[in-house]
T-cell receptor, first 112, second 118 residues
Framework: AQSVTQLDSHVSVSEGTPVLLRCNYS??????LFWYVQHPNKGLQLLLK??????LVKGINGFEAEFKKSETSFHLTKPSAHMSDAAEYFC??????????FGAGTRLFVKA | GAVVSQHPSWVICKSGTSVKIECRSL??????MFWYRQFPKQSLMLMAT?????????EQGVEKDKFLINHASLTLSTLTVTSAHPEDSSFYIC??????????????FGQGTRLTVV
């Protein structure tokens, strides 16, 4: 069965420092993976997606993620955090039949 | 990317009343839409899969008579919370995938609806 695990429920960084949000997946085949961001009381916005093309994926707002099959990981990174990055981040994997598996989410706090 | 519009963005209703939430795909057709519920500080929980022209498929533990889903067209699905109670207060989000793209797997999400039952 497919699953997505976000390893940290909360991450706190200082503004201007790097961001690392961790996601591991389990799948019997090479999956597609996405990162979404959710600001308070808002819907989900797609940050980036991996669909079996380049393993290093660049997204919006300076975020990127690298698909590492050997480590079954798809960690989200950003070189320098901004206050506006404070939000909830979800690692997501679609399944067959159009369903979607969500990670538990990681709340990112950015300190001034 | 494609746009999914959800309405209303927030609603307050009295206990015992019903509330309808709409989910529209604005620039694409969606044979299938999904309804999620999100409790505070938690991930999204899939409630049901809405299929155009047929009955919705509910996840285990979700009361189909409580959460009525109608998907009458390729661009509109509605979720009606019937006889709402305070414990139904939550954030509800819909999503859809583009039918034309066939096996396209990216889901587009609505803005969400904050329901408060008083």
């Amino acid at each position: 069965a497919q699953s997505v695990t976000q390893l940290d429920s909360h991450v706190s960084v200082s503004e201007g420092t790097p961001v690392l949000l961790r996601c591991n997946y389990s799948s019997s085949y090479s999956p597609s993976l996405f990162w979404y961001v959710q600001h308070p009381n808002k819907g989900l916005q797609l940050l980036l997606k991996y669909t079996s093309a380049a393993t290093l994926v660049k997204g919006i707002n300076g975020f990127e993620a690298e698909f590492k099959k050997s480590e079954t990981s798809f960690h989200l990174t950003k070189p320098s955090a901004h206050m506006s990055d404070a939000a909830e981040y979800f690692c997501v994997a679609p399944t067959g039949g159009f369903k979607t598996i969500f990670g538990a989410g990681t709340r990112l706090f950015v300190k001034a | 990317g494609a746009v999914v519009s959800q309405h209303p963005s927030w609603v307050i209703c009295k206990s015992g009343t019903s509330v309808k939430i709409e989910c529209r795909s604005l620039d694409f057709q969606a044979t299938t839409m999904f309804w999620y519920r999100q409790f505070p500080k938690q991930s999204l929980m899939l409630m049901a899969t809405s299929n155009e022209g047929s009955k919705a498929t509910y996840e285990q533990g979700v009361e189909k008579d409580k959460f009525l889903i109608n998907h009458a067209s390729l661009t509109l699905s509605t979720l009606t919370v019937t006889s709402a109670h305070p414990e139904d207060s939550s954030f509800y989000i819909c999503s859809a995938r583009d039918r034309v793209l066939g096996t396209a797997i990216e889901a587009f999400f609505g803005q969400g609806t904050r329901l408060t039952v008083v």
